[in-house]
């Protein structure tokens, strides 16, 4: 099973790029930077990734993210992400990226969208992963903020498909949102959220119906309303599911607890997803690999979740279906 998921083509629509920043690549930036971190090493570093819940995971997120000063700085942080996908098999990525992280200490929404894009750029050339990028809001900030980066955004506009909506959930609902998510839909950007992950079914109701998005992060609170469940079908949006980022962060219990089986069961589309590997103990293929054992997920199953991270991608239909007759074919002749 593990060489299975380890060849399965597959694509990646939950990923945040603050979040794939390795210790080690930390430690080698922030001496570049010339900038103290409050780790003295690797190891100490990932001793400290022991959370509570999603707060408990930011506090520590945000203060990696302060190392990141240059363009080289992003570009480095990108490409060596991009670098695992080729090694995972990962044929395409939807990445995330906080701007609000950056632009508040400082540092231009020019010199993060550039270094991010011109990784992406390369990693399609010399690796063969195709990307796009999904600017995400940071909804512990103001309606106003977020206006303020979709301004800033506007000039780069060709490199952004999509806009999502992050960090703490809790008290920061949707609808808070109503007006950018409004905006930003105006200017051709297509919205996703970051719902029903410690919020409850309500939250993931005011995504779908006040912010209209078009795919769920995470959702799994979704399954406390059965109405909510039959809508989310009816409207055909795909859960990108992260397994290893609910046991980290207590959202659920153990992996052998967790709902993928029974929200498959339940006809929702599902994906499998790091969302910030490098704090949740490992890539996609850990993701899969860890699920597959704990819920005893079928070949099948693998393939119907590796199939559905394709067809609910942003990408255009032709590139869809070139990844998915890939998949098809590796399918086929390893069942
Ligand atoms: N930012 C990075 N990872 C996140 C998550 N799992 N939930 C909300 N915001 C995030
Ligand atoms: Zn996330």
């Known amino acids: 099973m593990k060489s299975f998921i380890e060849n399965l083509p597959k694509a990646e629509l939950h990923l945040h790029i603050e979040g794939s920043f390795e210790p080690s690549l930390m430690f080698k930036i922030a001496k570049r930077n010339r900038i103290e971190i409050p780790f003295k090493s690797v190891a100490e570093i990932e001793n400290a990734y022991q959370f509570s819940c999603l707060q408990d995971f ?4 945000y203060q990696g993210a302060n190392v ?10 990108t490409y060596s992400y991009l670098q695992k996908c080729a090694t995972q098999n990962v044929r395409h990525t939807e990445i995330m990226f906080d701007p609000q992280t950056h632009t508040s200490r400082g540092v231009s929404f020019k010199t993060v969208i550039n270094g991010i894009s011109n990784a992406c750029e390369d990693a399609k050339q010399n690796l063969g992963v195709t990307s796009l990028l999904i600017m995400s809001y940071l909804r512990h900030l103001s309606e106003d903020d977020c206006f303020k980066t979709l301004e800033q955004s506007l000039p780069f506009k060709d490199k952004i498909t999509a806009v999502g909506l992050d960090s703490s959930e809790k008290g920061n609902p949707p609808s808070k949102f109503t007006k950018v998510f409004e905006a930003s839909v105006k200017e051709g950007y297509i919205p996703v959220a970051h719902a029903g992950e410690e919020g409850d079914a309500d939250y993931v109701w005011e995504a779908l119906d006040i912010l209209n998005i078009k795919r769920i992060d995470h959702g799994n ?4 309303d059965t109405k909510l469940v039959n809508e989310i079908i009816k409207r055909d949006l795909a859960l990108t599911v992260c397994p290893l980022s609910n046991t980290a962060l207590q959202v659920v219990s153990d992996l052998k607890e967790h709902p993928l089986q029974k929200m498959m069961d339940l006809g ?20 899969y690999i ?3 054992k704990a819920l005893n997920l079928s070949k099948e199953d693998l393939f119907r979740l590796a199939k559905n ?5 942003f990408l255009d239909t032709d590139t869809k279906n070139k990844y998915i007759a890939e998949l098809e074919t590796y399918y086929q002749n390893n069942k």
């Open 309 to 313: 991270s394709f067809k609910y991608s």
């Open 58 to 61: 930011l506090d520590i997120y």
């Open 290 to 292: 860890q699920i597959q």
């Open 221 to 224: 609170n979704s399954l406390q």
């Open 68 to 77: 990141l000063q240059t363009e080289q700085d992003f570009y480095d942080l």
């Open 268 to 287: 929702l589309k599902v994906t499998i997803n790091s969302d910030d590997p490098a704090f949740f103990g490992g890539q996609v293929n850990e993701n």
